[in-house]
Every structure is written in C-alpha cells, then in structure tokens.
C-alpha cells in the first residue's frame, strides 16, 4: 500500500514536469518597450492632438478587452462611444467643470457601464451551471458584481486600447445620474466611469506622479 | 483681424501637426502573440504546476501595475501575497468550498484589498491640490472610489502577473467577511477579491466560454 502510494506519487510528479516543460518554454516576459506602451510609460490624456479615431478601432478595442476575466464570465462592463455631435452635446453638461475642455476635444468620448441585468446573459456566458440563479433577486450580490466586474472591464479597456496605439483619460468626475438619466433611461444600464480616447498631445503632460512603494502597498506573508 | 485670425489657425494646424508626427509615428499594436499572452489567448486557470514563484517576481508585477491610472493617482488596492504554509491556513477556511482545493495547489494565492483610508497618502500621490479634502468625511465618495479604483488595480495586477508570464486564477467566491477578520482585523484594509497565481496546468482547461458580441455591448453614438 506504501509502495503503491510511492509509486502514483512518483508517477504524478513526472506527468506534472511533463507539463511544466513546454509551459515554462512559452513563459515570457513582454519586452521593456511594450511594457512600457501598457503600463510603465503610459500617461493619462487631458490635450487631444486633432486626430480621428476610426470605428473599426474601436471594435478591435472590443475585441480585445471581451475576453479579460470576469466573475463567472458575467462580463457586466456595457460601452458607449460618445463620437457625434449630438451624443457629444448631450454628455458635455455631464461632466465636472476640470473635465468639460479635454473632454470636448478628444476625437471620442467612452462612456464604461454596467448592466444592472447582467445576470439574463449567463446562460450563454456561462453555460456550465445554472449561473443566473446564483444572482436573480439578490440586488447587494448583483451590484458589487456588476460594479467590480465593470471596473476590471475597464481597466481591460484601457490596456486594449493602449496596445493598439491609442492613449486614454479616464475620468471619474461627472455626475453619474445626469449621465444615465441622458443615455440610460428606460434601460437597466448605469454609469460607472468615462474615459476620453485619442491621441494624446505628450508635450502637454505635467510631471509623472509618484506611486506608492512595495512595502506601502504589498505584504508578502 | 480676419487675417490675424487666420494666421493664428494655421499655426496651430502646424504646430498639432509637428506633435502630431513623432506620435503616429510612435504608435503601434501589440503583436498577435503578446496579445494573446495577456488577453485574447490567456485563461483562468484552477490547476497549478508545481512550480513556484519567487518573490522577486511579486515585486516585478507591482512595479509593472503600480503605473496603471486611479482617480487623482490615489491608487487604493493593497495586495498580501499569501505563501506560507500558516498564512495560508487562515485563508484556506475562508474560502467558497468550490474554491479551496485549486487555491491549497496554487504556489501563490494573492488578496486584493483596498486601504478605506488611501486618501491619506494623497499628500504624496497627488501633490497637484489638495486631494485628500475632497474626501475625508465623505463615506459614500471614499467607497465608490476605493472600490472601483481597487478593482482597475486588480486588472492591471492581471495584465502585469500575464506579462511576465504567469497565469492567474482570479475569484470572488469567499467570505470577505471572514478574509477581513483573518487579516486586516485593527487596519483599513479591506478585501476586494482573491487571485490565485502560479503556472497553469493548460491540459486541464475547459473549453472557453463565448463573449458577447459588439452589438450585444456597445453602441457608437
């Protein structure tokens, strides 16, 4: 019995490395300059270079971002690209005085929201159990999934849009009802933050704030 | 004056086309592959190989997530490396019971957490105003913006554990009841949600769940 319990251990260390081995080969880090594209190096926008961002940009920004993980693939996160006129003028008296001359530059406007009703799409976003239910009629469970999800959604927004080349300037400072009351309502769609999307003019940006250290932010116990 | 007005026009036009030229220039996407690595190919993953992660590798992805944007760079989302064998003793009860055998197997199992008083380190973070009056006092205001901003945080620590080649796990079946009373009991700290990270076994993966489509998401206005 002892033996035979060596024996299964020992043969499932073996399949484990036989794994291990072409998962450590493809393991990479991305290089320092795409790193820094993402993340290290890239600012938030307030001055916009005048510069149209096409709408096939913005469905490979979808493309991309969709497939970020969500709590049980609720994917709650719902967009809407502010590019007319029209919608313009109609989120402009939104926004918080500091955020009404950059926004009305950008070439596009995003507007990052979750669906109150996420919960209806699970039998086809997550066909591997009863999802639904786990949600339907349990409104704190519905919300903190929809507003955590819609946020890490966002943030896939921004990294995809920054790995197509674009720069972004979220904002959290508008008037969330206003906001819903001009493009949500009669829907189960609510604000949760707006991010404007284009170029951004580098000369513009003032001087990089610092971040929080390892040991300010991080324990390792 | 017509003409003045003119002259002016057109300086601008150049002048926009001068940053205009080094930007596009500058501008690039991501390879199909590196996107692959950190979003249209990666995977949650639930079975761990048996190889571990140093802790230079923790330090490697908060230096890479700590760029990602917060509102007013106040940064909430604190992170506890959970390794040890006592450390995750405390953690393992406090899991959702489908939870706990993949997080007792991964090398790693990460605490997103948000600090309920980030706006203290506002002074440092944003020395542009005076951030931290904006507020202090105003409890509804410190949640939103702790949560919504912890979560983005949490995305970027995806993307960033993604980019130097790690998988992730990520979770929010747990009691954070139970994960706030184990860990942060006298802090500020709160738990947002629950990351395993390691290598992932790729033999065991499911096969993926579909997306919504653009239409089902977004609208362009």
């Known amino acids: 019995m002892i033996e035979s319990a060596h024996r299964n251990d020992f043969y499932i260390t073996n399949t484990q490395k036989q794994h291990l081995k072409p998962m450590v080969t493809k393991t990479r880090t991305l290089s320092k300059e795409l790193l820094e594209q993402i993340l290290t190096e890239a600012r938030t926008h307030s001055v916009w270079l005048p510069e149209p961002v096409s709408d096939d940009l913005l469905v490979q920004i979808y493309n991309l971002m969709k497939w970020g993980p969500t709590s049980a693939n609720s994917s ?87 790995s197509v080349g674009l720069d972004c300037g979220p904002m959290s400072g508008f008037d969330n009802a206003k906001v819903d009351a001009a493009f949500f309502e009669g829907t189960t769609w609510k604000s949760n933050f707006i991010c404007n999307l284009g170029y951004g003019d580098s000369s513009k940006l003032r001087p990089r704030a610092p971040r929080l250290e390892f040991n300010e932010a991080c324990k390792i116990l």
């Open 76 to 162: 709650p996160a719902r967009i809407v690209f502010v590019k007319s006129p029209e919608a313009r003028a109609k989120l402009l008296p939104c926004m918080a005085e500091g955020n009404v001359e950059k926004t009305k530059a950008a070439p596009v406007t995003v507007i990052i929201a979750q669906d109150m009703e996420f919960y209806e799409k699970l039998p086809k976003l997550f066909p591997f159990a009863d999802a639904r239910s786990w949600f339907a009629g349990n409104n704190p469970f519905i919300e903190s999934t929809a507003f955590r999800n819609s946020s890490l959604q966002g943030a896939y927004f921004i990294i995809a849009a920054r």
